[in-house]
């Protein structure tokens, strides 16, 4: 989920004791008791929890009445597989990690292209209230920001929007929305799995009082959804919209990106698991424990191989889309269902940098006073950290923009709206920049990377093609002059997960439409998440990651970080390895 979709501040959403919050309960059954303790318990057991990467498995195979440790390899060393890590290794058992790249984080990664890191993978924490991630946020001092809603609109023809009246139809938009969500949540049983949320919209404006210009207006604000769900908003499931919602509170910009959170979130699996870099796992090779088939083996792309009592995969859900790694035998069709059902998006994002946000006179921030900032991101005291109250400051430019199908960008030849965040904002400060950043999505994404696909971000050729795609909507900003060096980008960044094998060629799981002609299951992608999570355990097979989380946090970093936290708990209770037996 990226970036955030409109949410209650107040946290007063919709059916508060509904179905995900009965999920979330379930989910979490027991886990307070696997983690009471666990930091003492590393501390006063004798075994040392640190791995030697040898591959060698300890378990016996007698399934769940095993008491001897088991040698655990996790398949990659994202958000769930460290925090999945950390969880196993407090109770000191041996964790061998397996990572495909040279660094930790997954899809959570930093780039310092800019002369200053920024995120390429999620700018946004989902929700303020009991959420982890926010909690660590706090802890290491992670400069956030609720950013408020008002925004700037560019209509079709490239026309600065009037303030009443854009605000007016963004509120009757996001209200639809709201009540699309709730439609969803009633009567998802009976909504028909190709039915779509434009197709909801439709029947809502029929019967609108607004006029055929302003209905027009509403349908194409609704299609900014795309920069939350990652593809366009007419693929979005009416049935599944529902899972849409997030924790409650509002969503957090990350001014200071995710990089001390992950470094929080990592410490354990860095000082207690074995981890190998580089090193990317092609097949798995289940075990059978109730044919006294006990080890798992694991093979790598160098043909090196493993043996391991239990394998955990973290690899995106767009991986296993596309059969990585391969399992032998193959897995059952339940759980290739649920991989087929589970849609993956394609959002991308663009940093467009200036010497001076000039589409802001308000703000102070300079090309030169940000690179003031250390390299190493040592933030400011925590106090300046904001997440109690959003703030919208009238006198600055808004922090969203928007550009409305635009017919003026012939680029866009399928006219996807732009979105932008400035990050110029005082409300991101100390770490507020002059800096736009986009979000595209969808097949707009795709044409974006095609054009610098074979290109190194530090070339000419690749500045100038996202420069030229760009120009026609940050020229549309209050004070841009052609002729000013301030309104002439020093730098431009793009994402590029679409190509990126490691990230499964895409972003994060979304809720698209069934197709037409799959006449497998009623589109229900509830079943399929629980499924995905009920993994192979007597096989040693366990599925987690942000497409395996809590239905209330699927597509996020927060439902990341449980799915690790859940799988470790599963693993622990199969083996009757609680705290108790210590």
Known sequence: MERSARSDQNGDQVNKVGRMQVDLAKFFDDVKSTLDNASAQRQNATGTGTGTGTGTGTGTGTGSISKQMPHVCIIGAGVTGLRCADILTQHNIKVTILEGRDRIGGRVSQSNHLGHLVDMGPNWIHGTQDNPIVDIARETQTVVSLTGERGYFVDEIGQVMQEDKANRLSDFTWQIITDAIDHSKENSDRIAPTESLKDYFD??????????????????????????????????????????????????????????????????????????????????????????????????????????????????????????????????????????????????????????????????????????LPDNHVSPPASITTIDEPADLPDS??????????????????????????????????????????????????????????????????????????????????????????????????????????????????????????????????EDVLELRNSLPDNGIWLAGEHAAPLVALGTVTGAYWSGQWVAKKILKYHDLDQKDY
Not at 264 to 288: D, M, P, W, Y
Not at 400 to 413: D, I, K, R, T
Not at 454 to 481: G, H, I, K, M, Q
């Open 203 to 372: 029947k809502r404006l029929i019967d609108s009082n607004l006029d055929l210009h302003e209905r027009n207006i509403v349908l194409q604000m609704a299609m900014t959804l795309g920069s939350f769900t990652g593809d366009i908003w007419e693929r979005q499931s009416l049935k599944n919209f529902w899972l849409e919602e997030c924790l409650d509170g509002g969503n957090l910009y990350v001014a200071s990106t995710h990089h001390s959170i992950v470094e929080r979130i990592a410490q354990g699996a860095l000082s207690h698991a074995h981890i190998e870099f580089s090193t990317k796992v092609v097949s798995v090779e289940a075990c059978n424990r109730s044919s006294g088939i006990t080890n798992v083996h694991v093979t790598t792309d160098s043909g090196k191989s493993f043996t391991f009592d239990d394998v955990v995969v973290t690899v995106p859900i767009g991986c296993l889309k596309r059969g990585l790694p391969r399992f032998s035998p193959p897995l059952p069709s339940r759980i290739t269902r649920a991989i087929k059902n589970t849609s993956y998006s394609r959002l991308e994002k663009v940093y467009i940098t200036f010497p001076r946000a000039f589409w802001d006179p308000k703000s102070k921030t300079t090309l030169s006073s940000h690179s003031a």
């Open 397 to 526: 430019f808004p922090i969203f923009a928007h550009f409305l199908a635009p017919l003026y960008s012939p680029q866009n030849y399928e006219r996807h709206n732009i979105e932008l965040v400035s990050l110029s904002s005082p409300t991101l400060e100390p770490y507020s920049q002059p800096s736009l950043l986009f979000y595209t999505y969808g097949s707009l994404g795709t044409h974006i990377i095609s054009l610098i696909s074979s290109l190194t971000a530090d070339s000419p050729e690749y500045f100038a093609a996202l420069n030229d795609f760009f120009l026609p909507y940050y020229s549309r900003l209050p004070n841009y002059d052609k002729i000013s060096s301030d309104c002439y980008p020093t730098g431009i960044l793009a994402s590029d997960w679409q190509s990126d094998e490691m990230a499964g060629w895409g972003s994060y799981t979304n809720f698209s439409l069934k197709d037409k002609d799959d006449t497998e299951g009623d589109g229900s992608l509830e």
